[in-house]
């Protein structure tokens, strides 16, 4: 079955950096586009990253309010996706989730503090 765990989380001040990382098991990881969502307290969980499997050439897509300061990429030999987050802002805390399709993986924490 489709596993998706992410780690990385933490409590970082404004302006910092964070790398989250999200393990895949249970499908053919390079086939498959790879996404980041990420949820506020009390706001809908919204679409942060994404990048494209090995045959649309690892694409990669933003929202408008990371665009610049998070980067996406994935390592197919380990079958994990990352997601490097700098200059970082209290706006972006919240829980980070890594996404296949229909599938979340159980989200790991960020909190920025200012």
């Known amino acids: 079955q489709v596993q998706l765990i992410e780690s990385g989380g933490g409590l970082v001040q404004d302006g910092g950096s964070l790398t989250l990382s999200c393990v895949a098991s249970?499908?053919?990881?390079?086939?498959?586009?790879m996404r980041w969502y990420r949820q506020a307290p009390g706001k809908e969980r919204e679409f942060v990253a994404a990048?494209?499997?090995?045959?649309?050439?690892?694409?990669?897509a933003y929202a408008d309010a990371v665009k610049g300061r998070f980067t996406i990429s994935r390592d197919n030999a380990k079958n994990t996706t990352y997601l490097q987050m700098n200059s970082l802002k209290s706006e972006d805390t919240g829980i980070y989730y890594c996404?296949?399709?229909?599938?979340y993986g159980q989200g790991t924490q960020v909190t920025v503090s200012s």
């Open positions: 996404n296949r399709n229909v599938f």
């Open positions: 249970g499908f053919a990881f390079s086939d498959y586009g």
């Open positions: 990048i494209s499997g090995s045959a649309m050439g690892h694409a990669t």
